[in-house]
Protein backbone atom coordinates (compact mmCIF):
# COMPACT_ATOMS: atom_id res chain seq x y z
CA UNK A 1 0.00 0.00 0.00
CA UNK A 2 1.71 3.15 -1.31
CA UNK A 3 -0.96 5.98 -0.05
CA UNK A 4 -3.78 5.00 2.61
CA UNK A 5 -7.11 5.39 0.67
CA UNK A 6 -9.58 7.80 3.21
CA UNK A 7 -13.26 8.30 3.37
CA UNK A 8 -14.56 10.93 5.58
CA UNK A 9 -17.59 10.17 7.42
CA UNK A 10 -19.22 14.13 8.83
CA UNK A 11 -18.28 17.23 7.25
CA UNK A 12 -19.09 19.61 9.90
CA UNK A 13 -15.55 19.20 11.94
CA UNK A 14 -14.43 16.71 9.13
CA UNK A 15 -13.98 19.17 6.92
CA UNK A 16 -11.03 19.91 8.86
CA UNK A 17 -10.06 16.44 8.14
CA UNK A 18 -10.60 16.06 4.81
CA UNK A 19 -8.31 19.40 4.21
CA UNK A 20 -5.45 17.85 6.39
CA UNK A 21 -5.55 14.50 4.89
CA UNK A 22 -5.49 16.04 1.66
CA UNK A 23 -2.65 17.84 2.60
CA UNK A 24 -0.37 14.38 3.62
CA UNK A 25 1.43 13.37 1.17
CA UNK A 26 1.25 9.05 1.99
CA UNK A 27 -2.55 9.72 2.41
CA UNK A 28 -5.22 9.55 -0.25
CA UNK A 29 -8.97 11.16 0.03
CA UNK A 30 -11.45 9.35 -2.54
CA UNK A 31 -14.66 9.96 -0.73
CA UNK A 32 -16.10 11.85 1.41
CA UNK A 33 -20.03 11.68 3.03
CA UNK A 34 -22.97 13.73 4.43
CA UNK A 35 -26.55 14.13 4.76
CA UNK A 36 -26.77 17.79 4.55
CA UNK A 37 -27.00 18.98 0.87
CA UNK A 38 -24.39 22.44 2.39
CA UNK A 39 -22.42 20.70 3.54
CA UNK A 40 -21.74 18.28 0.67
CA UNK A 41 -20.93 21.72 -1.57
CA UNK A 42 -18.42 22.88 0.88
CA UNK A 43 -16.66 18.97 0.71
CA UNK A 44 -17.33 18.78 -3.48
CA UNK A 45 -15.51 22.64 -3.66
CA UNK A 46 -11.95 20.85 -1.60
CA UNK A 47 -12.78 17.10 -3.44
CA UNK A 48 -13.41 17.96 -7.36
CA UNK A 49 -10.17 19.06 -8.07
CA UNK A 50 -9.00 15.78 -7.36
CA UNK A 51 -11.34 13.18 -8.84
CA UNK A 52 -12.57 11.95 -5.13
CA UNK A 53 -16.57 11.67 -4.63
CA UNK A 54 -18.50 13.07 -2.06
CA UNK A 55 -22.08 11.21 -1.28
CA UNK A 56 -24.90 11.46 1.06
CA UNK A 57 -24.47 7.57 2.83
CA UNK A 58 -22.07 6.30 4.73
CA UNK A 59 -23.50 2.53 3.19
CA UNK A 60 -22.00 4.56 -0.26
CA UNK A 61 -19.02 5.55 1.18
CA UNK A 62 -17.71 2.59 2.35
CA UNK A 63 -18.76 0.87 -1.13
CA UNK A 64 -16.00 2.74 -2.53
CA UNK A 65 -13.53 0.18 -0.54
CA UNK A 66 -11.59 2.88 1.26
CA UNK A 67 -8.66 1.62 3.33
CA UNK A 68 -9.67 4.08 6.37
CA UNK A 69 -12.96 6.04 7.60
CA UNK A 70 -12.47 9.11 9.40
CA UNK A 71 -15.37 8.93 12.14
CA UNK A 72 -16.53 12.63 12.34
CA UNK A 73 -20.27 11.97 13.10
CA UNK A 74 -22.47 12.98 16.40
CA UNK A 75 -21.12 12.09 19.35
CA UNK A 76 -23.70 9.32 19.89
CA UNK A 77 -23.03 7.31 16.53
CA UNK A 78 -19.54 6.92 16.69
CA UNK A 79 -18.86 4.23 17.97
CA UNK A 80 -21.80 2.42 15.55
CA UNK A 81 -20.09 4.49 12.81
CA UNK A 82 -16.89 3.40 14.01
CA UNK A 83 -17.52 -0.94 14.16
CA UNK A 84 -19.22 -0.10 11.14
CA UNK A 85 -16.72 0.70 9.66
CA UNK A 86 -14.03 -1.76 10.68
CA UNK A 87 -16.15 -5.05 10.17
CA UNK A 88 -16.43 -3.43 6.13
CA UNK A 89 -12.44 -3.92 6.28
CA UNK A 90 -11.49 -0.13 7.47
CA UNK A 91 -8.92 0.91 9.93
CA UNK A 92 -10.70 3.57 11.82
CA UNK A 93 -9.86 7.69 13.28
CA UNK A 94 -12.76 8.55 15.82
CA UNK A 95 -13.60 11.95 16.45
CA UNK A 96 -13.75 12.88 20.02
CA UNK A 97 -15.05 11.98 22.89
CA UNK A 98 -15.22 8.04 20.98
CA UNK A 99 -17.84 7.17 22.84
CA UNK A 100 -21.38 7.58 24.79
CA UNK A 101 -21.82 4.77 26.82
CA UNK A 102 -19.32 2.57 28.89
CA UNK A 103 -21.01 -0.60 26.95
CA UNK A 104 -19.99 1.45 23.77
CA UNK A 105 -16.58 1.05 24.79
CA UNK A 106 -16.90 -2.08 25.06
CA UNK A 107 -18.37 -2.97 21.91
CA UNK A 108 -15.44 -0.98 20.60
CA UNK A 109 -12.88 -2.53 22.08
CA UNK A 110 -14.21 -6.11 20.64
CA UNK A 111 -14.32 -4.97 17.63
CA UNK A 112 -11.14 -3.93 17.16
CA UNK A 113 -9.77 -7.36 18.22
CA UNK A 114 -12.07 -8.94 16.48
CA UNK A 115 -11.26 -7.64 12.88
CA UNK A 116 -7.55 -6.63 13.76
CA UNK A 117 -8.00 -3.06 12.52
CA UNK A 118 -5.77 -0.11 13.46
CA UNK A 119 -7.99 2.47 16.10
CA UNK A 120 -7.31 5.67 16.93
CA UNK A 121 -8.88 8.40 18.86
CA UNK A 122 -8.62 11.93 17.60
CA UNK A 123 -7.38 13.84 20.58
CA UNK A 124 -5.78 16.40 19.25
CA UNK A 125 -4.98 18.21 22.48
CA UNK A 126 -2.27 15.34 23.29
CA UNK A 127 -0.03 16.63 20.37
CA UNK A 128 -0.08 20.41 21.64
CA UNK A 129 4.01 21.18 22.09
CA UNK A 130 3.73 22.33 25.63
CA UNK A 131 3.29 18.64 26.83
CA UNK A 132 5.80 17.48 25.15
CA UNK A 133 8.12 19.72 27.39
CA UNK A 134 6.10 19.06 30.10
CA UNK A 135 6.74 15.13 29.58
CA UNK A 136 10.56 15.74 29.12
CA UNK A 137 10.67 17.61 32.39
CA UNK A 138 8.51 14.75 34.70
CA UNK A 139 10.86 12.52 33.44
CA UNK A 140 14.22 14.83 34.61
CA UNK A 141 12.11 15.24 37.94
CA UNK A 142 11.81 19.21 37.60
CA UNK A 143 9.28 19.01 39.91
CA UNK A 144 9.27 16.32 42.15
CA UNK A 145 6.67 13.47 42.64
CA UNK A 146 3.36 14.90 41.17
CA UNK A 147 0.72 14.31 43.48
CA UNK A 148 -1.77 16.68 42.53
CA UNK A 149 -2.82 17.78 38.32
CA UNK A 150 -5.50 20.24 37.14
CA UNK A 151 -7.16 20.59 33.69
CA UNK A 152 -10.18 22.43 32.76
CA UNK A 153 -12.35 22.57 29.42
CA UNK A 154 -14.16 26.50 29.22
CA UNK A 155 -15.96 26.35 25.78
CA UNK A 156 -19.43 28.55 25.61
CA UNK A 157 -21.24 26.48 23.04
CA UNK A 158 -24.77 27.79 22.95
CA UNK A 159 -25.84 26.75 19.52
CA UNK A 160 -27.81 23.86 20.70
CA UNK A 161 -30.41 23.56 17.72
CA UNK A 162 -29.62 22.34 14.38
CA UNK A 163 -31.96 23.67 11.51
CA UNK A 164 -32.57 21.41 8.28
CA UNK A 165 -30.27 22.56 6.15
CA UNK A 166 -27.73 22.07 9.07
CA UNK A 167 -27.21 25.17 10.35
CA UNK A 168 -26.94 25.55 14.04
CA UNK A 169 -29.03 28.34 16.38
CA UNK A 170 -29.07 29.47 19.96
CA UNK A 171 -32.67 28.76 21.36
CA UNK A 172 -33.58 32.07 21.46
CA UNK A 173 -32.93 32.31 18.13
CA UNK A 174 -35.11 29.51 17.12
CA UNK A 175 -37.78 31.63 19.30
CA UNK A 176 -37.31 34.54 17.96
CA UNK A 177 -38.04 33.58 14.40
CA UNK A 178 -40.49 31.38 15.65
CA UNK A 179 -39.43 28.06 14.26
CA UNK A 180 -40.47 25.12 14.87
CA UNK A 181 -38.45 22.68 12.54
CA UNK A 182 -34.88 22.08 14.58
CA UNK A 183 -34.07 19.72 16.85
CA UNK A 184 -30.94 19.64 19.37
CA UNK A 185 -27.61 18.73 18.65
CA UNK A 186 -25.74 15.56 20.46
CA UNK A 187 -24.37 17.79 22.91
CA UNK A 188 -27.68 19.52 23.80
CA UNK A 189 -27.77 17.10 26.47
CA UNK A 190 -24.55 15.89 26.73
CA UNK A 191 -23.05 15.98 30.33
CA UNK A 192 -20.36 18.47 29.94
CA UNK A 193 -17.94 15.90 31.96
CA UNK A 194 -17.81 13.15 29.43
CA UNK A 195 -16.65 15.55 27.26
CA UNK A 196 -13.39 16.02 29.37
CA UNK A 197 -10.83 13.56 26.71
CA UNK A 198 -9.28 17.44 25.54
CA UNK A 199 -7.92 17.70 29.33
CA UNK A 200 -8.29 14.22 30.75
CA UNK A 201 -6.05 12.91 27.61
CA UNK A 202 -2.96 15.03 27.89
CA UNK A 203 -2.79 14.71 31.39
CA UNK A 204 -2.50 11.03 31.45
CA UNK A 205 -0.08 10.69 28.96
CA UNK A 206 2.50 13.83 30.41
CA UNK A 207 1.97 11.60 33.98
CA UNK A 208 1.85 8.15 31.80
CA UNK A 209 -1.22 6.47 34.26
CA UNK A 210 -4.88 5.98 34.30
CA UNK A 211 -7.86 6.88 36.59
CA UNK A 212 -8.97 3.92 38.88
CA UNK A 213 -11.48 6.01 40.91
CA UNK A 214 -13.83 9.61 40.54
CA UNK A 215 -16.26 11.42 42.73
CA UNK A 216 -17.97 14.53 40.62
CA UNK A 217 -20.59 17.07 41.23
CA UNK A 218 -22.27 19.08 38.87
CA UNK A 219 -23.30 23.22 38.91
CA UNK A 220 -26.98 23.96 38.09
CA UNK A 221 -29.31 24.32 35.06
CA UNK A 222 -29.32 28.18 34.51
CA UNK A 223 -28.32 28.59 31.10
CA UNK A 224 -31.55 29.45 28.87
CA UNK A 225 -29.33 28.75 25.67
CA UNK A 226 -28.66 24.88 26.79
CA UNK A 227 -31.16 23.83 29.40
CA UNK A 228 -30.78 20.00 28.42
CA UNK A 229 -27.10 20.20 30.52
CA UNK A 230 -25.57 21.49 33.32
CA UNK A 231 -23.85 24.78 33.29
CA UNK A 232 -20.77 22.73 34.44
CA UNK A 233 -19.31 20.06 36.26
CA UNK A 234 -16.28 19.24 38.37
CA UNK A 235 -14.64 15.84 39.03
CA UNK A 236 -11.76 14.35 41.24
CA UNK A 237 -9.93 11.43 39.93
CA UNK A 238 -7.41 9.21 41.83
CA UNK A 239 -4.84 7.79 39.38
CA UNK A 240 -3.24 4.03 39.77
CA UNK A 241 -0.39 6.06 41.48
CA UNK A 242 -2.13 7.79 43.46
CA UNK A 243 -2.32 11.42 41.67
CA UNK A 244 -5.05 13.22 42.34
CA UNK A 245 -6.67 14.91 38.83
CA UNK A 246 -9.20 17.49 39.08
CA UNK A 247 -10.91 18.26 35.45
CA UNK A 248 -13.81 21.25 35.24
CA UNK A 249 -15.74 21.20 32.02
CA UNK A 250 -18.23 24.04 31.18
CA UNK A 251 -19.86 24.58 28.21
CA UNK A 252 -22.25 27.37 29.61
CA UNK A 253 -20.67 29.54 30.91
CA UNK A 254 -20.45 32.91 28.25
CA UNK A 255 -16.50 33.51 28.31
CA UNK A 256 -13.73 33.49 25.66
CA UNK A 257 -12.89 29.71 25.31
CA UNK A 258 -9.95 27.95 26.39
CA UNK A 259 -7.61 25.26 28.35
CA UNK A 260 -5.92 25.11 31.70
CA UNK A 261 -3.60 22.83 32.75
CA UNK A 262 -1.53 22.36 36.53
CA UNK A 263 0.86 20.14 37.51
CA UNK A 264 1.93 20.33 41.29
CA UNK A 265 4.61 18.52 42.55
CA UNK A 266 6.49 18.22 45.80
CA UNK A 267 9.38 20.42 44.42
CA UNK A 268 8.04 22.30 42.02
CA UNK A 269 5.12 23.29 39.70
CA UNK A 270 4.37 24.10 36.36
CA UNK A 271 1.34 25.86 34.70
CA UNK A 272 -0.27 26.57 30.98
CA UNK A 273 -3.10 28.77 30.23
CA UNK A 274 -4.04 28.69 26.75
CA UNK A 275 -5.13 32.58 26.63
CA UNK A 276 -1.87 33.52 27.91
CA UNK A 277 0.14 31.42 25.24
CA UNK A 278 3.11 30.36 27.35
CA UNK A 279 4.22 28.24 29.93
CA UNK A 280 4.96 28.92 33.64
CA UNK A 281 7.07 27.03 35.55
CA UNK A 282 8.65 26.76 39.21
CA UNK A 283 11.49 23.85 39.40
CA UNK A 284 12.65 22.70 42.05
CA UNK A 285 16.29 24.36 41.37
CA UNK A 286 14.70 27.81 42.07
CA UNK A 287 14.35 29.75 44.72
CA UNK A 288 11.08 30.36 45.95
CA UNK A 289 11.91 34.46 45.80
CA UNK A 290 12.63 33.92 42.48
CA UNK A 291 8.83 33.31 41.86
CA UNK A 292 7.93 31.81 38.70
CA UNK A 293 9.47 31.80 34.87
CA UNK A 294 8.32 31.74 31.87
CA UNK A 295 8.93 29.78 29.34
CA UNK A 296 7.48 30.67 26.53
CA UNK A 297 6.22 27.12 24.41
CA UNK A 298 2.85 26.94 23.15
CA UNK A 299 0.17 24.45 21.46
CA UNK A 300 2.48 24.95 18.44
CA UNK A 301 5.79 24.15 17.79
CA UNK A 302 8.25 25.93 15.34
CA UNK A 303 7.74 25.19 11.86
CA UNK A 304 3.94 24.13 12.61
CA UNK A 305 1.43 25.07 9.77
CA UNK A 306 -1.42 26.77 12.57
CA UNK A 307 -3.95 27.11 9.76
CA UNK A 308 -4.53 23.53 9.75
CA UNK A 309 -6.15 23.95 13.17
CA UNK A 310 -6.02 23.74 16.97
CA UNK A 311 -2.03 25.08 16.39
CA UNK A 312 -1.36 22.66 14.33
CA UNK A 313 -2.31 19.71 15.99
CA UNK A 314 -4.91 18.18 13.57
CA UNK A 315 -2.57 17.78 10.98
CA UNK A 316 -0.58 15.60 13.05
CA UNK A 317 -3.40 13.52 14.08
CA UNK A 318 -3.92 12.65 10.37
CA UNK A 319 -0.21 12.19 9.85
CA UNK A 320 0.28 9.71 12.78
CA UNK A 321 -2.66 8.08 11.68
CA UNK A 322 -1.75 7.26 8.17
CA UNK A 323 1.64 6.52 9.68
CA UNK A 324 0.43 4.06 11.86
CA UNK A 325 -1.60 1.75 9.46
CA UNK A 326 1.27 2.14 7.06
CA UNK A 327 3.88 0.70 8.74
CA UNK A 328 1.74 -1.68 10.97
CA UNK A 329 2.66 -0.17 14.40
CA UNK A 330 0.43 0.35 16.65
CA UNK A 331 -1.61 3.69 16.56
CA UNK A 332 -0.55 6.88 19.25
CA UNK A 333 -3.62 6.59 21.07
CA UNK A 334 -5.37 3.03 20.42
CA UNK A 335 -8.49 1.93 21.63
CA UNK A 336 -7.39 0.67 25.10
CA UNK A 337 -6.11 4.72 25.34
CA UNK A 338 -9.30 5.99 24.16
CA UNK A 339 -11.29 4.04 26.80
CA UNK A 340 -9.17 5.37 29.49
CA UNK A 341 -9.43 9.08 28.20
CA UNK A 342 -13.09 8.62 27.63
CA UNK A 343 -14.81 5.78 30.68
CA UNK A 344 -13.73 8.48 33.59
CA UNK A 345 -15.87 10.78 32.14
CA UNK A 346 -19.35 8.48 31.84
CA UNK A 347 -18.70 7.07 35.41
CA UNK A 348 -17.78 10.61 36.56
CA UNK A 349 -21.36 11.56 35.18
CA UNK A 350 -22.74 8.42 36.75
CA UNK A 351 -21.27 9.77 40.02
CA UNK A 352 -22.68 12.98 39.55
CA UNK A 353 -25.97 11.66 38.93
CA UNK A 354 -25.98 10.17 42.15
CA UNK A 355 -24.83 13.04 44.61
CA UNK A 356 -21.19 12.92 44.37
CA UNK A 357 -20.86 9.01 45.41
CA UNK A 358 -16.94 7.88 44.95
CA UNK A 359 -17.52 5.44 42.47
CA UNK A 360 -14.65 2.89 41.10
CA UNK A 361 -13.42 3.00 37.16
CA UNK A 362 -13.24 -0.28 35.57
CA UNK A 363 -10.37 -1.77 33.52
CA UNK A 364 -11.52 -2.78 30.05
CA UNK A 365 -7.93 -3.63 28.93
CA UNK A 366 -7.43 -7.47 28.16
CA UNK A 367 -3.53 -6.95 29.89
CA UNK A 368 -2.67 -4.66 32.25
CA UNK A 369 -1.31 -1.12 31.59
CA UNK A 370 2.29 -1.33 30.97
CA UNK A 371 2.58 2.27 30.29
CA UNK A 372 1.93 5.01 27.56
CA UNK A 373 3.26 4.17 23.95
CA UNK A 374 1.99 7.74 23.30
CA UNK A 375 5.80 9.26 23.16
CA UNK A 376 7.18 6.86 21.68
CA UNK A 377 5.28 8.11 18.39
CA UNK A 378 5.42 11.54 18.98
CA UNK A 379 8.80 11.86 20.50
CA UNK A 380 10.43 14.40 23.26
CA UNK A 381 12.46 17.75 22.42
CA UNK A 382 16.16 17.10 22.68
CA UNK A 383 16.24 21.15 23.36
CA UNK A 384 15.73 23.39 26.22
CA UNK A 385 13.61 26.62 25.27
CA UNK A 386 14.72 29.93 27.16
CA UNK A 387 13.57 30.71 30.59
CA UNK A 388 13.55 33.92 32.08
CA UNK A 389 11.58 35.63 35.13
CA UNK A 390 8.24 35.97 35.09
CA UNK A 391 6.44 39.65 35.20
CA UNK A 392 3.45 40.33 36.35
CA UNK A 393 0.71 41.82 33.66
Not at 94 to 122: C, D, F
Not at 183 to 194: E, L
Not at 209 to 219: G, K, Y
Not at 356 to 384: H, Y
Request: negative net charge; glycine residues 10%; charged residues 25%.
Amino acid sequence: MEKLKVGILGLGRGLTHLRNFLAVEEAEVIGACDRFPARRERGEELLAPTGGKVLAEFDDLLAMAPDAIVVASNGKLQVEHSCQAMEAGCHVLSEVPGAYTEQELIRLRNTVQLTGKTYMLAENACFWDFLRYWRKWVQEDRFGPVSLAEGEYLHYLPHTLYAPDGSRLMPGEAKAQGRTDCRPIWRADQPPIQYLTHDLGPLLEVLDDRCISVTCQSAPWRCREAPLRSDGQIALFQTAKGTLIRIMVTLNTRRPSEHRFRLFGTEGSVEWFMYEGFCRRFPRDREEAEGWERVDIGVAARGDDTSTGHGGADIKVARHFTQAVLQGRPSPIDVYRCIEYALPGIIANRSAELGGAPLDIPDLRRQPFSGTIFWDAVGLPDTEPAAEAYQKG
